[in-house]
């Protein structure tokens, strides 16, 4: 083990000295598990992100494969069928108010 010197406000020691005697440890020994605790937890936070780059990846694949799968049109061809369709709502909607 290597020695160290942390600073902590006067309340945080007292209250850690108050859990040590508590637990029946010692304040070096609380110390230590709350650091192995909270590097516990961050290796595990680090997983997932692992776990969510991975669900990222499985997206990205099933999205490239809906692609490969749907048919391709040309910017003509939706350019096209973007104008008959304005142009099918105009003539329905004349016809709607010549029928009133």
Known sequence: MKRT????DEEQLRLL?????EEGSSFTELVRKALQQ???SYAERGNRSSVEENWNQRMERLLTRI???APIFSSDEAEADV???SDEVRRDKAHASRSR
Not at 17 to 21: G, L, N, S
């Open 5 to 8: 010197n942390i600073y902590i």
């Open 17 to 21: 000295k108050h859990v040590a005697v």
């Open 38 to 40: 909270f590097l516990e």
């Open 67 to 69: 692609h490969e799968r």
């Open 83 to 85: 104008t008959a369709a």
